[in-house]
């Protein structure tokens, strides 16, 4: 396997064997004109249900395996530069082949992402430049799926990622129950809302504003894809016999499945899908034991929902750093 090949599928520009590589694509970009004869919006000529979510098209004069032009994708960006490729395998027609991207938004690049990973096809993206900087910061909390399941081998896949975030004393104390199918979630969402109606009781809330709140949080619980809960195990910390040191025991396992809860969010958006993190099992950790059976010591920390996005929501606004961080340079 090539060593340069990142789990995230996401090389840099200089793992890409330097600029010459992308020189040579941006030459080949602008001596050939693009030929845009699948306009957003319009259907796929052999697949009717499959809508162009961008301008795609060839550059003229270009060879291809599929014997027609170079494909070209073309985002909103008013320069039309070169910022990535898709790689796509297609089962049916076995064949492999490479696609550009030009101009297009990290949103855009997701769009295509999620096109070109749809019946026998597979796509893996390479991002220019500074891939992985661009790429961290283009997760999104997503919260709307499309009624798409998630394969059980991707699922593993991100799980098994998530595996590699950092713990104290590599203890790795997250555990995860991983819901796809409609039993244990009703269990869970039954259980959960009768928990979050007794605090929206005990608030103050009207009747019909209760019904409304849960009846909503049960929907997207049921609604998403998947859904992973995650857990500490509170019996693989060290003991101590003080209460200080104890807590912070506790706290450092929490940490680190908070981390991993990232790495999870993280392995999903490497995947094209979207996840969101639900703060509920905190507030209802028993609710959650008795809905799914879980062991005594693995305490609810939260439920992350996966699936591919039925769209991808806007950044949320970001504190500057100047609010946020104090350089001590003394
Ligand atoms: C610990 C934690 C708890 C969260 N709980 C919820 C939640 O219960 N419901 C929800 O819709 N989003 C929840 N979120 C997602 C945040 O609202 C989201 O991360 C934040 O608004 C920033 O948006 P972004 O993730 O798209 O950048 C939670 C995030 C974290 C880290």
Not at 86 to 106: F, H, M, P, Q, R
Not at 179 to 199: H, K, N, V, Y
Request: glycine share 8%.
């Amino acid at each position: 396997m090539n060593k340069n090949l990142k789990t995230n599928g996401t090389l840099t520009e200089a793992e890409t064997g330097g600029s010459p590589f992308w020189d040579a694509l941006d030459r080949l970009a602008a001596e050939h004109r693009v030929v845009i004869d699948r306009p957003r919006g319009t259907p796929h000529p052999r697949f009717p249900s499959m809508i162009y979510p961008l301008d795609y098209g060839y550059l003229e004069g270009t060879g291809a395996v599929d014997g027609g032009g170079v494909d070209v994708w073309v985002g909103s960006a008013p320069e039309r530069k070169l910022d990535a490729i898709a790689l796509t395998v297609d089962l049916n027609k076995g064949d492999i082949e490479l696609k550009l991207l030009l101009g297009t938004s990290e949103t855009e690049k997701e769009t295509i992402l999620q096109f070109l990973n749809s019946g026998s096809m597979h796509a893996v993206l390479y991002r220019r430049g500074a891939a992985e900087l661009d790429f961290l910061r283009s997760r999104r909390s997503v919260r709307r799926f499309l009624p798409r399941p998630v394969p059980r081998e991707i699922l593993e896949r991100i799980l098994e990622t998530a595996t590699w975030s950092p713990s104290a004393h590599n203890r790795q104390p997250w555990r995860f129950v991983v819901l796809t199918g409609r039993e244990s979630r009703q269990r869970l969402a039954d259980e959960m809302g009768a928990e979050f109606r007794r605090d929206l009781a005990a608030d103050g809330l009207t009747e019909a504003e209760i019904d409304t709140q849960v009846e909503r949080a049960q929907q997207r619980l049921m609604e998403a894809p998947a859904v992973v809960l995650l857990c500490l195990d509170t019996a693989v910390g060290d003991h101590y016999p003080d209460a200080r040191r104890q807590q912070a025991e506790l706290i450092m396992g929490i940490q680190g499945v908070a981390m991993a809860g990232q790495t999870l969010l993280l392995a999903a958006h490497a995947c094209g899908l979207g996840g969101v993190w639900i703060c509920a099992p905190l507030f209802a950790p028993d609710a959650v034991r008795r809905a799914l059976d879980i062991p005594v010591e693995w305490s609810p920390q939260g439920l992350v929902f996966l699936g591919y996005p039925e769209s991808i929501p806007a950044p949320r606004r970001r504190r500057d750093l100047s609010e946020i961080v104090r350089f001590d340079e003394a």
